[in-house]
């Protein structure tokens, strides 16, 4: 528990969050992110949830730009008046 947090319970006042709310976001973030949600023990660190949940991220931002910038080049590639343009700038909208 973060010092901030007993300081906070020491003097009478009481968290926004309680911990076993924590927890339980914390279990459901698990669920969500594939590498964390496919292993069999359910013992891992809130602290690995939080690192796994930002990579994931980060690897879902990589693959959105790279679609994005695939997108893009096959528009360029495509003449602008036919039907396949057309669903490729549907596709940005």
């Known amino acids: 528990m973060s010092s901030r947090r007993s300081r906070s319970r020491q003097s009478g006042v009481s968290s926004r969050i309680t911990d076993d709310q924590?927890?339980?976001?914390?279990?459901k973030l698990q669920q969500l992110i594939?590498?964390?949600?496919?292993?069999?023990?359910?013992?891992?660190s809130s602290s690995n949830v939080l690192q796994e949940t930002c990579n994931y991220i980060r690897r879902l931002q990589r693959e959105v730009d790279d679609l994005s910038d695939r997108l893009s080049e096959l528009l360029a590639s495509t003449d602008n008046n036919s039907p396949q343009a057309a669903i490729i700038r549907s596709l940005f909208d």
Do not use: G, N, W
Not at 22 to 27: P, T
Not at 34 to 44: H, T, Y
């Open 22 to 27: 924590i927890a339980d976001l914390v279990s």
């Open 34 to 44: 594939p590498e964390l949600s496919s292993r069999r023990s359910d013992k891992v």
